[in-house]
């Protein structure tokens, strides 16, 4: 259950794209060190940037960049108490929906991390392999299980306090941190255009 909760930590910050940048379109980033996590689930993931148009690219890569300026903010801002303990208590709801959507696909989870470090420990990297395999179909229908339950009016608003609050302390750190802010909107509202 706990590397579940790690993995779906994981999971739900790179979905919420938590860098304050006031929106709740998922265009936003992670945190720095979180970062592995959003890239598999962005649409420039490798493979899929040979075909990106020159245009696309250069705004993901701007994107990029202004995300690594707005990360030391932001890692400032959640170490606020209030602002963690907020991110934490939408984390958890938004984890609670999704195992009333489908407790089978938490099941599954916990049984697959179970028998991978089995395989692990066995020295038995073919099957380790095999169930990395498929725990990776099992993610993809969880992520389409949290993009529902996102959805929910109730959580959408949850996810827009947040990340105002969040904005709002990104700012009281940096007010320089605005105009950054402002430009990724307007990168996502181009992304958006193309």
């Known amino acids: 259950m706990t590397k579940t909760k790690a993995w779906m930590a994981m999971a739900l910050v790179a979905a919420l794209g938590v860098a304050g940048c ?3 379109d998922g265009m936003d980033q992670p945190p720095v060190d979180q ?3 959003a890239e598999q689930a962005q649409p ?7 075909q990106m148009d020159p245009e696309m690219m250069a705004l993901m890569t701007e994107a990029q960049e202004i995300q690594q300026r707005l990360a030391p903010i932001q890692e400032e801002a959640m170490q606020d ?5 907020q991110l934490e208590s939408l984390r958890d709801r938004i984890e609670t929906a999704m195992r009333e ?3 089978e696909l938490f ?15 066995a020295g038995d990297q073919e099957r380790a392999q095999e ?18 339950v996102l959805a929910r009016p109730e ?3 949850a996810i827009e306090d947040f990340e105002s609050a969040q904005r709002e302390r990104m700012l009281e750190i940096d007010a320089e941190a605005a105009e950054l802010m402002d430009r990724m909107d307007e990168i996502q509202a181009e992304m958006e255009g193309l």
């Open 107 to 121: 099941e599954r989870m916990d049984d697959f991390e179970d028998e991978f470090m089995a395989a692990q420990e």
């Open 81 to 85: 108490e209030e602002l963690s303990n």
């Open 44 to 50: 420039g993931a490798p493979g899929a940037q040979q």
């Open 101 to 103: 959507e489908a407790p």
């Open 155 to 157: 959580i959408d608003q």
């Open 35 to 37: 970062q592995p996590a």
């Open 22 to 24: 006031g929106d709740d």
């Open 131 to 148: 169930i990395g395999m498929e725990a990776q179909g099992v993610e993809m229908e969880l992520q389409s299980i949290q993009q529902t």
